[in-house]
C-alpha cells in the first residue's frame, strides 16, 4: 500500500506536546519528499512542515521554533513533534509523500488543543 498511514493525534492541553507519525511504503519512501498539512474546520488545507529525502526541512512560520519534523528511513517513518500547543493547533493533520510525478495523502489524524 502506496498511501501514507498517519498515527499519534489527541487530545491535548494548551501548552503540551504530542508527536504526530507517519509510515509510508517502503517503495518511495527513501526518494519521498515528506510533508505534513493540516485542515481546520472551516478552513483550507494548509502547509505545516516538510522533510527532503536528504534531510532538508522547512516550516510554516506559525509552527517555526515549536514544530520539528523528522524523518527514520530504516523505519520508513516521517515524525512531527509539536511542543507549545495552542488552541489554534487544532485540525486534522494529514501526512504527504512526495515523488517524481506523483503523490500520495494519508487519511490524516485528527489532533485538539483545548482545556
Known amino acids: 500500500q502506496v498511501q501514507p498511514v498517519e498515527s499519534g493525534g489527541g487530545l491535548v492541553q494548551p501548552g503540551g506536546s504530542l508527536r504526530l507519525s507517519c509510515a509510508a511504503s517502503r517503495s518511495i519512501f527513501s526518494i519521498a519528499a515528506m510533508g505534513w498539512y493540516r485542515q481546520a474546520p472551516g478552513k483550507q488545507r494548509e502547509f505545516v512542515a516538510r522533510?527532503?529525502?536528504?534531510?532538508?526541512?522547512n516550516y510554516a512560520d506559525s509552527v517555526k521554533g515549536r514544530f520539528t519534523i523528522s524523518r527514520d528511513n530504516a523505519k520508513n517513518t516521517v515524525y512531527l513533534q509539536m511542543n507549545s500547543l495552542k488552541p489554534e493547533d487544532t485540525a486534522v493533520y494529514y501526512c504527504k509523500a512526495d515523488i517524481p510525478g506523483a503523490y500520495y495523502w494519508g487519511r490524516g489524524t485528527q489532533v485538539t488543543v483545548s482545556s
Open positions: 522533510i527532503t529525502s536528504g534531510g532538508s526541512t
